[in-house]
C-alpha cells in the first residue's frame, strides 16, 4: 500500500475509536448553542455547559442511566432532584 492510503487508513481508524466522536453522537445534528447570560451567570453557564459535553458523562445522563445511581436517601443530597433537572435540560 502507498503512504497517502496508510496514512488514510490510521486516520480512519483512530476516529472510529476516539470516545470523543463516540460519545457526542447526540450532538451530530444539533445546532450548538449556548445558554443567555443573565447578568453574573457565566461561570454557572460555562460549568454547565462543560458537563454537558464531556465525552462520557453526556451520554449518560441522555439515556437515563443516571438515575440507578441516585442516592435520594442521603440527607445531605437534594434527592436527586440536582440530577433530573440536568439530565432534563440536556433532553431539551
Not at 492510503?5 to 490510521?10: K, N, Q
Not at 451530530?28 to 454547565?48: D, E
Not at 443516571?66 to 435520594?72: I, T, W, Y
Amino acid at each position: 500500500p502507498s503512504a497517502a492510503s496508510t496514512v488514510g487508513a490510521r486516520r480512519r481508524r483512530s476516529t472510529a475509536l476516539s470516545p470523543l466522536g463516540h460519545a457526542q453522537r447526540h450532538m451530530r445534528f444539533r445546532r450548538p448553542i449556548g445558554f443567555h447570560n443573565l447578568g453574573n451567570t457565566c461561570f454557572l453557564n460555562a460549568a454547565l455547559q462543560a458537563v454537558a459535553h464531556a465525552p462520557l458523562l453526556a451520554p449518560f445522563f441522555l439515556r437515563g442511566h443516571f438515575v440507578r445511581d441516585l442516592n435520594a436517601a442521603n440527607p445531605l443530597g437534594t434527592g436527586g432532584k440536582l440530577a433530573i433537572a440536568f439530565a432534563q435540560l440536556m433532553n431539551t
